[in-house]
């Protein structure tokens, strides 16, 4: 079992359902995780059609957000961005113009540039995506498409063939760099420009 609170602070509070399961489930139920949610919401939020946004969030123009989606308190998302089904943005998240995210949790004061795509993932606290950075969330390459994660020395089997990354609090993460399905970055982490991390060799 991966503990998410060990990778991101606080989020069992956040999330207080979730505290016993797998990333890769929480992703792949967010469409309905976050449906729940919205229900709790204040009304702080404008809420139409399954997406809730907070007053206090700035969208840019021909920002396409598909439901369900949460967006909280003082988040910016920039021009032509573009949010699939089952996003959840914490407060104070900067989305940049003309990123795709999908099935993903991007928790408070997150930056993620420009031109990215996040994919059926958790990203935690004050992370910061630069440019052109990718979290991958499908082996496209590969005959056989199950997901597999390394965690503490071992290889955990996810029996899905769509997970992005677990993403630690105050990473960062370098321009053009692509974060393979399946990946798994403690606290802090580094990843440098145009770098591919593959933590799971091809069978």
């Known amino acids: 079992m991966i ?6 602070e606080d989020f069992s509070k956040t999330f207080k359902d979730l505290i016993v399961s797998e990333p890769w489930t929480i992703t792949n139920d967010l469409k309905n995780i976050i449906e729940k949610m919205i229900l709790n919401l204040d009304d702080n939020y404008i809420i139409k059609d399954n997406v809730a946004i907070h007053k206090s969030a700035i969208i840019e123009n021909n920002v396409i957000i598909k439901s369900p989606a949460i967006i909280s308190a003082n988040c910016f998302i ?5 949010f699939r089904e089952g996003v959840f943005l914490d407060h ?3 989305i940049g113009p003309g990123c795709e995210i999908k099935n993903s949790i991007v928790c408070s004061g997150t930056a993620i540039a ?3 795509y996040i994919g059926n993932s958790i990203i935690g606290r ?3 995506f630069e440019a052109g950075s990718i979290a991958a969330n499908h082996y496209n390459e590969r005959a056989i498409k199950k997901i597999s994660v390394l965690y503490n020395g071992e290889i955990i089997e996810t029996n899905s063939d769509k997970f992005g990354s677990l993403i ?4 960062r993460v370098g321009a053009n760099a692509v974060l393979s399905p399946g990946t798994i970055l403690t606290k802090n982490s580094i990843v440098k420009r145009l770098e591919l ?7």
């Open 168 to 171: 630690g609090d105050n990473s």
């Open 114 to 116: 420009h031109f990215n």
């Open 92 to 94: 104070s998240v900067k």
């Open 3 to 8: 503990n998410i609170d060990h990778f991101i």
């Open 126 to 128: 004050n992370i910061n």
């Open 197 to 203: 991390i593959e933590q799971v060799p091809l069978k």
């Open 78 to 82: 920039g021009a032509n961005a573009y």
